[in-house]
């Protein structure tokens, strides 16, 4: 059994771009950064971001190219590809690895800010600021002590 999908949440990196096929369907691509946070061995904070490149097709790339715009956050779930073509300039064969979507999801709009008569209090914004980070364990996991 084999499985291609891919699942990511991120911000886009720049404006979608709309096309059309010869045949008339629409493809908009666009590339999303994932950042992922974590503590080094020696305790200090590390961070790192990825990018990625997707490709949306028919409905949903219209969709995307009307309400999406740089900074927004989205979930992309589809599969990955690789494609290659010969550069015609220097003739030299070139890759490109993209997710291909089969589903986009719009994430909450970028730049609101909770208002002052929001009910969230000090504590609670505290705990949405810790969520952010994952502490992972400093010791290995040995698989056998694992219960099932």
């Not at 974590?38 to 995307?64: I, L, S």
């Not at 073509?85 to 003739?91: F, I, R």
Request: charged share 30%.
């Amino acid at each position: 059994m084999y499985l291609n999908k891919a699942i990511v949440i991120g911000n886009l990196t720049r404006d979608p771009e709309l096309r059309s096929l010869p045949s008339g369907i629409k493809v908009c691509s666009f590339s999303i950064a994932t950042n992922r946070v974590w503590k080094d061995k020696n305790g200090a904070r590390q961070e790192a971001a990825d990018y990625h490149n997707v490709v949306v097709f028919g409905r949903q790339a219209e969709t995307v190219s009307q309400y999406m715009r740089k900074g927004n956050s989205i979930l992309v779930e589809g599969r990955m590809q690789t494609r290659s073509w010969d550069d015609k300039e220097s003739g030299q064969k070139k890759y490109r690895t993209e997710i291909i979507a089969d589903r986009v999801q719009f994430g909450p709009k970028g730049g609101s800010t909770p208002s002052a008569s929001s009910a969230e209090t000090p504590k609670a914004s505290k705990q949405a600021e810790e969520v952010d980070t994952i502490e992972y364990p400093e010791e290995d996991i040995n698989p056998e002590d694992i219960p099932f």
